[in-house]
C-alpha cells in the first residue's frame, strides 16, 4: 500500500511508463486509467492471495452465491473507496493535474444483470467482503452486457453493449481452472460393481473457463472473488475444415461458444429460449464442479467426506435461475463421488438455500419436460425421481389430496416447475421485504409453507451504502461526518443521530446546500445530453427502474398529463414548480413497456415546447439508465417515485438509495416501502393508494372495475381519452396497448383505481415541499433512518440465519 501522496505519484509515472513505454504528458485518459487500476490490482493482488490462502489454512465454511446476474456498475471508485485510497489517490493524481472523476468515466459498467436482482447481487458481494465473510460470486462472464438503451423519435432503440472492446482490467483470466460441461447426448444406466452407474454418451462438451474479479472489502484485508465464467471450446472441426467447409468449422465453434454471449434483458419477462436455459445450466455446473474440486482438496475427497460437504460449502440460488444447482449436485455427488441418493439428497438440501425474487405469475420460470430432457438428459433424470419422491412423501401426508399434491409437484403440465424445485431442495426460502414473505407463505407458495413451515423466512433487501452514500454523494457523506462522526461508515445504523439535527437551522441548510449542488449537476447533465433546461429551484421527481405495467410508470405519466390540463386551464394555477425526471428499460419484446416509454417521451415533447405554462413543469426521460447514471440521480432527487400495485414490487431497493439521499418517498404500501415507512414514521413518508390485502382480494374474488372510475371522475376520464383522441401529435392508435389495458382488460394493476388517491398525494407533497424547513426535517430524517437498508445488516441476517458463516480475520500476511 502507499504511505504517501509521494509514493503513490511515483508508483503511478513508474506504471505509466512499465505499462505502456511513455511519460504521463503523452498518455491518453485511457491509459492514465488503465494505469491507475493496474497499480490498484496489483495491491488488490496481495490481498487477495492471502485471504485464499487464509480461507485454506482455517477451512472456515465459505459462501457461494450463485446468480445469473451481477450488475457491478464501475469498479475504480468502489475499490479506491474499500481501500481506503480514495483522498490519497485523488490529492496525488490532482497534483499531477489529473482529475480522478475523468479516469473514473472511462471504465464500462459491467452491465451484468437487468435490475432489481442482478444490483442485490453486487451489493451482497461488497457487503460479504466488507463484513470480513468468506463469500463469493458464481455467475456468467456475458461478453455483451445489458443493451444500451438509445431514444429515437421517443422510441427504445437497443445497441449491444460491448463492455470489453477496450478489454477489463478487473479480470483475471484462469485457464487452468477450466471445466467441462455437458451438453444433450443420452445417458445410460448401467450396472457396475452392485451400482447403478450413468453413462452420459455423446455428448457436446463446452469448456467453461473462469474470469476471476477480485471483490474488495472494506477498511480490512478481505478480497473475495467473484467468478464469472465464459464458454469456450477447443473442440475445432477439422472433418469440416479438412473438407473446405471452413464456414461450417467456425460456425460450430461459434455456436459452442454462444453460451455465454449475451444476457437476456428480461426482467420479470420471461422468454423461454433454450439459450437461456443452456447458460443456467452452463454457469451451475461449471461453479459446482470448481466448487467440489476446492472442497476436496481443502476437506478430503473420500465419499464420507464429501457427504458433509454442507458443513463447510454454502451455496445460495439467487431466484429459482440457478435452481438446476439442486439435480447436479445430487449428479457430481452421485455419479462423479460415489454416494448414494439418500445420503447426495440430505447434503444438497443442507447445502442449497434459495431467495425468491418475484410473484409475478408471468416471471416464475417454468421449462417444457422436452427442452429439459433434451438438452440435460442427466438433469432431466434426476429431477423426475426428486419429484417422484416428493409426491410419494406428499401422498403419505395427504393421501387422496390430488389438487394439493398437483400443484406442489416439480413436474407438471409438461412442465419443470423452477421455484418448486427449489423449495424442494433446498433448506431455506426467503421473501426479501416482509410483505413479500408473507404473500409467499399465504398465498403463492401456501402449500409449501404447509408442509415445511421451517423452510420460509423473511430478509428484507438492502443496499450498499458505500457506493450509494459515502461514494456517490460525498458532499452529503461529508456533512453527516462533519456533524456526527465518521462511525456511521463501519455501522451504518449510527445515521440514526442525525436525526436529533433533524430541525436544526444550520444542519438544515447544509444538507439543502448539498442538495442543490446535486441537482446542478444533473441538471447540467440533462442541458449537455438532451438539451432541455430544468429548473433547478423546482422539485426533482423521480422515477428510474425497468418500465413495467405494474410498476406503474403510466399512473406518473397520466398525473403529468393530468396537472398539464390544469395549468392550461388556469395558466395562473399556483403550482410547485417540478422537474419530472424518468429513467429505465423495457425488455426488448415487451410491446406496452416500449409504448409508455413513447407516452412519456410524447408527454416531454408537448410539456416541455409549451410556452404557455411557463415552464412551471418539465418533463424528461433519461437514456440508458445504469448503475453509473443511478449514482448521478440518486443523490439529485427531491422525490422518490415508489408506485406499484401493491402486492407486485417484491421489495425494491432504488427506494432504499432514494431515501439514503435524503429524497422524501411517494409510495404506496408495498415491498419494502412498508418497512421505509415503519423506520421514519407517517410524517416523513407519503404514501397512497389500495394495499396488498385489497388488491389481493380484487384478484381473487372480483369487483373492481375500471370504466366506474373512468365515467365516475372527469379527470381520469380526460387523460384517459387523450391517449386516443388526437391531443397527444401522434397517431392515433398509437397508445392503443395502454389504453386498452386500462380500458378493456380491467386495468390490471389499478392505475385508475389508485389515480384520485395518488393526485391528492401529490399535492401534499408540493405542500410539504413548500414548507422548506418542514421538508429539509424529512429530508434529515429519511437519512437518519436509512441504516437499516444496509445491505451489512441483510447480509448479516444471512449470514447468521441462513448460510452459518462467520467472519475470518484476513491478515496483511
Ligand atoms: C425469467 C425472466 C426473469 C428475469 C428476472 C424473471 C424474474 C427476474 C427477476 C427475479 C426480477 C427481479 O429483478 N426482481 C426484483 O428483485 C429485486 C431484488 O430482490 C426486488 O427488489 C424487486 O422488487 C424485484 O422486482
Not at 459491467?110 to 468468506?134: H, I, K, T, V
Not at 475444415?241 to 468449422?249: M, N, T
Not at 449470514?799 to 458463516?805: F, L, R, S
Amino acid at each position: 500500500m502507499f504511505k504517501s501522496k509521494e509514493q503513490f505519484k511515483e508508483a503511478f509515472i513508474d506504471k505509466m511508463q512499465t505499462l505502456f513505454g511513455q511519460s504521463l504528458d503523452e498518455s491518453s485518459t485511457t491509459d492514465k486509467y488503465v494505469a491507475l487500476s493496474t497499480l490498484l490490482r496489483e495491491v488488490i493482488s496481495k490481498r487477495w492471495y492471502q485471504s485464499n490462502k487464509q480461507y485454506r489454512a482455517t477451512k472456515e465454511k465459505q459462501v457461494y452465491y450463485f446468480s445469473m446476474e451481477f450488475l457491478l456498475g464501475r469498479l475504480l471508485g468502489s475499490n479506491l473507496f474499500n481501500l481506503g485510497l480514495t483522498e490519497l489517490c485523488s490529492e496525488g493524481l490532482s497534483e499531477l493535474g489529473i482529475e480522478l472523476d475523468q479516469l473514473e468515466a472511462v471504465e464500462h459498467d459491467a452491465g451484468l444483470g437487468n435490475g432489481g436482482l442482478g444490483r442485490l447481487a453486487a451489493c451482497f458481494l461488497d457487503s460479504m467482503a466488507s463484513l470480513q465473510l468468506p463469500g463469493h460470486g458464481t455467475g456468467i462472464r456475458y461478453r455483451h452486457g445489458m443493451f444500451e438503451q438509445k431514444i429515437v423519435d421517443g422510441y427504445q432503440i437497443e445497441l449491444p453493449d460491448n463492455w470489453l472492446r477496450d478489454g477489463y482490467v478487473w479480470e483475471m483470466r484462469k485457464a487452468d481452472r477450466a471445466v467441462t460441461v455437458k451438453f444433450g447426448g443420452h445417458v445410460r444406466l448401467e450396472e457396475q460393481g452392485g451400482r447403478l452407474i450413468a453413462v452420459h454418451e455423446n455428448y457436446e462438451p463446452v469448456l467453461a473457463v473462469p474470469y476471476d474479479v477480485p471483490v474488495v472489502g472494506a477498511n480490512c484485508n478481505t478480497v473475495n472473488t467473484l467468478r464469472l465464467w465464459s464458454a469456450e471450446t477447443n473442440h475445432f472441426d477439422f472433418s469440416s475444415f479438412s473438407k473446405g467447409d471452413f464456414l461450417k468449422a467456425v460456425e460450430h465453434k461459434y455456436s459452442l461458444e454462444a453460451t455465454s454471449q449475451i444476457l437476456y434483458p428480461d426482467d420479470n419477462y420471461p422468454e423461454g429460449k433454450t439459450l437461456r436455459l443452456k447458460q443456467q445450466y452452463f454457469f451451475v455446473s461449471a461453479g459446482l464442479q470448481s466448487i467440489v474440486r476446492r472442497y476436496k482438496r481443502t476437506h478430503g475427497a473420500a465419499p464420507a467426506a464429501l457427504a458433509r460437504i454442507h458443513e463447510k460449502v454454502a451455496i445460495h440460488i439467487n431466484d429459482t435461475h440457478p435452481a438446476l444447482a439442486v439435480p447436479e449436485l445430487m449428479r457430481i455427488l452421485m455419479d462423479e463421488e460415489g454416494l448414494g441418493w439418500d445420503e447426495a439428497w440430505y447434503t444438497t438440501r443442507k447445502t442449497i438455500s434459495y431467495t425468491n425474487h418475484t410473484i409475478l405469475p408471468e416471471a416464475l420460470e417454468k421449462w417444457p419436460i422436452d427442452l429439459v430432457q433434451a438438452l440435460l438428459p442427466r438433469m432431466y433424470m434426476i429431477i423426475h425421481e426428486i419429484n417422484e419422491r416428493f409426491c410419494a412423501d406428499l401422498w403419505k401426508k395427504y393421501p387422496n389430496q390430488w389438487e394439493r399434491i398437483r400443484d406442489m409437484a416439480i413436474i407438471g403440465d409438461c412442465y419443470v416447475r423452477m421455484a418448486n424445485l427449489a423449495v424442494v431442495g433446498s433448506h431455506s426460502v426467503n421473501g426479501v421485504a416482509a410483505v413479500h414473505s408473507e404473500i409467499l407463505k399465504k398465498e403463492v407458495m401456501a402449500n409449501f409453507h404447509q408442509f415445511y413451515p421451517h423452510r420460509f423466512n423473511n430478509k428484507t433487501n438492502g443496499v450498499t451504502h458505500r457506493r450509494w452514500l459515502a461514494k456517490a454523494n460525498p458532499k452529503l457523506a461529508t456533512l453527516i461526518t462533519e456533524t456526527i462522526g465518521s462511525g456511521w461508515l463501519a455501522h451504518p445504523n449510527e445515521l440514526a443521530s442525525l436525526h436529533r439535527y433533524a430541525h436544526d437551522p444550520a444542519f438544515q441548510a447544509g444538507i439543502k446546500a448539498v442538495k442543490q449542488a446535486n441537482k446542478e449537476k444533473l441538471a447540467h447533465y440533462i442541458q449537455n445530453k438532451m438539451n432541455i433546461a430544468v429548473d433547478v429551484n423546482s422539485i426533482f421527481d423521480v422515477q428510474v427502474k425497468r418500465i413495467h405495467a405494474y410498476k406503474r410508470q403510466t399512473l406518473n405519466a397520466l398525473h403529468i398529463l393530468d396537472l398539464y390540463n390544469r395549468l392550461k386551464a388556469d395558466p395562473n394555477l399556483d403550482i410547485e414548480p417540478r422537474t419530472f425526471i424518468f429513467g429505465g428499460k423495457s425488455a426488448t419484446g415487451y410491446y406496452l413497456a416500449k409504448r409508455i416509454i413513447k407516452f412519456i417521451n410524447t408527454l416531454a415533447h408537448v410539456i416541455n415546447n409549451d410556452r404557455a405554462i411557463g415552464g412551471k413543469i418539465k418533463v424528461a426521460f433519461l437514456e440508458n439508465y445504469s448503475v453509473s447514471l443511478a449514482e448521478l440521480i440518486m443523490p439529485a432527487a427531491d422525490v422518490s417515485e415508489q408506485i406499484s400495485t401493491a402486492s407486485r414490487e417484491a421489495s425494491g431497493t432504488g427506494n432504499m438509495k432514494f431515501m439514503m439521499n435524503g429524497a422524501v418517498t411517494i409510495g404506496t404500501l408495498d415491498g419494502a416501502n412498508i418497512e421505509i415507512r415503519d423506520e421514519v414514521g407517517d410524517d416523513n413518508i407519503v404514501i397512497f393508494g389500495l394495499t396488498a390485502d385489497e388488491v389481493l382480494s380484487y384478484y381473487k374474488h372480483g369487483g373492481y372495475n375500471a370504466l366506474d372510475i373512468y365515467h365516475g371522475n372527469p379527470r381520469v376520464r380526460t387523460v384517459v381519452d387523450q391517449l386516443m383522441n388526437g391531443f397527444l401529435p401522434v397517431s392515433p392508435d398509437e397508445f392503443h396497448s395502454i389504453h386498452h389495458s386500462l380500458m378493456r382488460t380491467n386495468d390490471e394493476y389499478f392505475v385508475l383505481k389508485d389515480f384520485p388517491d395518488y393526485a391528492a398525494a401529490q399535492e401534499t407533497v408540493a405542500s410539504l415541499y413548500r414548507d422548506q424547513s418542514r421538508w429539509q426535517a424529512m429530508a434529515i430524517n429519511n437519512i437518519a433512518f436509512s441504516g437499516r437498508f444496509a445491505s451489512d445488516r441483510t447480509v448479516s441476517e444471512y449470514a447468521i440465519g441462513i448460510w452459518g458463516t462467520k467472519p475470518v480475520v484476513i491478515r496483511e500476511s
